[in-house]
């Protein structure tokens, strides 16, 4: 058996308005039992509240996707506040320290974005592979995340713009699929969640990448124009460009299949006829692919419709999107998103490269080549389709900085469960994580 070993770093927390945590501490020491499961208890468990028992009840193969066990917490009554924490104010003193009612939202959703991947079938020996297992009316509980308040209206497919060469006919089927489901739609209809919501919310929830031909779209990370994009903001900007794998999922179709932008269009036009006249919310969500294409239906909803509510956007482990231009369109639109990135997750750097400018520091510096030099080198490397901009506000964190991650892998690293685990046990910069969270590490035998 593989051995384990257990690193904690103590931290000492700053005062701050939030009431006290301990940081980093644990009360026993990790013991093995006869599931090789590495157990660290740090109080007595208690019984998981609705949402919580979606990652305690996970039957997805946890050999690389560890489970969770997060510290239960009443929900908040948001009520006049839940613009502010839908970002309204780009999420201004609520991220570090990072508020604890926000800190509940953010792993709420998560869950939904759970939801998605636990009802997408993976196996490609399957007759249903690439599609949902489950009803839109049973999907959330059968998922494991029964009584949120809402109810699923809509289902999402993306199709894959590559197009195959012929030999592809003698591969199995799957390798070939070109449309798959990737998420849903959903509306809070329960009358106490609403009101402890403050509106009526829309969730709209993406899984990661799971099919061969979204893999490959995933790996082309050239830069492409938006199509029927107005004038620029900045006549000396370029045009607004975004990943064109990503776009190709938004946007592509078959003769079987609308594209993934037109379904999420539809069906946010019905549910503004519905309930437009009424405080609501559309939150997006995703996770890694998923967080890719929640931006780029963010930016839709923004440019297609007129007096949409708030959009938000929150992003677990997210690739780049688009170029600084596509930034400053979103900006102005008014989306707010929140990207909430690992910093030893390799694929929140990637695609392409950022080039950081200050134009006010190389305007005011007295160094004339060092401005000089800046601006030939951003304007030569705009014209390789490589250059992405990261967008919005971030809440960033690290796998190192818990003392239940044992060891530091790619994929432990970009996995949705490890961000809620994050999410859950950060406090702030100066206190990484709080010694009330809980982990549960599932290890396979060597």
Known sequence: ????????????????????????????????????????????????????????????????????????????????????????????????????????EIIRYGYFVESAYKSFDFDPSSSSYGKCQYSKSSLLCQSGFSATGYRVTKNLRATSGIQLPRWIEKAPSWVATQSSWIGYVAVCQDKEEIARLGRRDVVIAFRGTATCLEWLENLRAT?????????????????????????????????????????????????????????????????????ALATLAAYDIKTTFTHVPLVTVISFGGPRVGNQSFRLHLEKQGTKILRIVNSDDLITKVPGFIVEEDDHQIRNNTDFHIGTISGWIKNRVENTQWVYADVGSELRLSSRDSPYLNGIDFATCHDLKTYLHLVDGFVSSTCPFRATAKRVLRRTTA
């Open 1 to 104: 058996m593989r051995p384990f070993s257990l690193s904690v770093k103590p931290c000492t927390p700053t005062p701050t308005p939030q009431p006290p945590f301990r940081c980093c501490t644990t009360t026993q020491p990790p013991r093995l039992n006869n599931h090789n499961l590495l157990s660290i208890q740090t109080q007595p468990s208690q019984t998981p509240k609705m949402w919580e028992k979606l990652l305690l009840d996970s039957n997805v193969d946890n050999s690389v996707r560890p489970s969770l066990r997060l510290t239960p917490s009443s929900p908040a009554r948001l009520n006049k506040r839940w613009m502010e924490y839908q970002g309204v104010r780009n999420w201004e003193g609520l991220l570090d320290p990072l508020d604890d009612n926000l800190r509940e």
């Open 223 to 291: 830069l492409t124009h938006l199509p029927n994009v107005g004038p620029t903001i900045d006549s000396n900007e370029t045009s607004p460009m975004v990943e064109s794998g990503f776009l190709s999922l938004y946007t592509s179709e078959s003769s079987t299949c609308p594209s993934l932008q037109y379904l999420v269009r539809e069906e946010i036009a019905r549910i503004l006829q519905m309930y437009g006249d009424e405080p609501l919310s559309f939150t997006i969500t995703g996770h890694s692919l998923g967080a």
